[in-house]
């Protein structure tokens, strides 16, 4: 068929017929795959039901190990002090379970001002971590002065140095300060986190510049584009920092042992760990305080988890 034998449409007629396709009664759908593009994979070791169901049993046994310790602090918690104590009773208790353990933690020490304690010092740091930080990454990634590449080179060293080894120079320094014995010196050393700078540092990087561009052609400075563009962007990466944060504060021993004699100024783990001294080692009451002092930090984890796979799984864009 040539070009001329093609039908034209004319503009009073109606349009020409298409050529007639046979119905085969049967649709067969072809995806097409772009140029480039890699084919798509599963996260398991094969497409093969074996390797699949080989994958889910090592991810299981994997977390059954996981799970293992929880579940003995748990069971002994929940036991007496005899039966915490004897090995052919370790699964069931042969006077069943009491919650003797929790009452006995809860009148030998003081529980609730611990607790308070713990929970005012950790939100504190928290708080001071995350913001020093965010600002710090935010200077890092999106300003120039002098000195900016070994000032972060400084930083990033200052990851690979153990906390143990500043507990001396801090002592001193809140001793020069005349903090000892207060919330600020249990407060304070605990803010200098160089790793948030990083993690912080690198997630602003990959948050657009065209945003800053079109702030600052807005009339926008430096604080307004850091409060007002950067940080809704980064409430899910905020929100893990501050899980982490919050966690470690919670749990740091060593410090606010040292740092403090007060017995009012008491986090959980040191007024824990003075009443286990004082009354020698009960299993079933160290395993009480212990799922008592992991409790906060359970519910804290349920409910911010969503912020954590947010934080890992998107970019910058995903948080607003």
Request: negative net charge.
């Given at each position: 068929m040539t070009s001329t034998d093609l039908p034209v449409r004319d503009?009073?007629?109606?349009?020409?017929?298409?050529?007639?396709?046979?119905?085969t009664g049967r649709v067969t759908a072809v995806r097409r795959r772009a140029p480039g593009s890699r084919p798509r994979t599963h996260l398991t070791l094969g497409d093969g039901r074996t390797t699949r169901v080989?994958?889910?049993?090592a991810l299981a046994v994997m977390g059954l190990v996981w799970l293992l310790p929880m579940a003995w602090a748990l069971l002994t918690a929940f036991k007496s002090e005899q039966d915490?104590?004897?090995?052919?009773?370790?699964?069931?208790?042969?006077?069943?379970?009491?919650?003797?353990?929790?009452?006995?933690?809860?009148?030998?020490?003081?529980?609730?001002?611990?607790?308070l304690n713990s929970l005012l010092i950790s939100a504190a740091v928290t708080v001071i971590t995350v913001l020093v930080s965010a600002m710090a990454g935010y200077a890092f990634s999106r300003t120039l002065f002098a000195g900016r590449r070994w000032l972060f080179a400084v930083t990033v060293a200052a990851v690979l140095v153990p906390p143990?080894?500043?507990?001396?120079?801090?002592?001193q320094q809140m001793l020069s300060l005349r903090l000892l014995d207060t919330y600020a010196a249990v407060i304070l050393p605990q803010t200098v986190a160089p790793v948030m700078v990083f993690i912080l540092k690198?997630?602003?990087?990959?948050?657009?510049h065209e945003l800053e561009e079109a702030a600052r052609i807005d009339g926008a400075g430096h604080w307004r584009i850091f409060w007002s563009v950067l940080l809704p962007l980064s409430r899910p990466m905020l929100a893990a920092v501050s899980i982490f944060v919050f966690i470690g504060a919670w749990n740091n021993f060593l410090w606010p042992f040292i740092s403090t004699s007060d017995p009012a100024l008491m986090t959980l783990p040191v007024g824990i760990t003075s009443v286990k001294d004082a009354y020698g080692i009960q299993y079933a009451q160290s395993m009480a305080s212990a799922v008592l002092a992991a409790l906060p930090l359970v519910v804290v984890f349920m409910f911010f988890q969503r912020h954590i796979v947010k934080s890992v799984a998107t970019t910058g864009l995903g948080g607003q």
């Open positions: 503009a009073s007629g109606p349009a020409p017929h298409a050529p007639h396709v046979p119905h080989l994958a889910l049993a915490a104590s004897d090995p052919l009773h370790w699964l069931l208790p042969a006077h069943g379970f009491t919650l003797q353990g929790f009452s006995t933690v809860w009148e030998r020490g003081d529980l609730p001002l611990w607790m143990q080894i500043l507990i001396v120079p801090w002592f690198k997630h602003f990087d990959s948050l657009p």
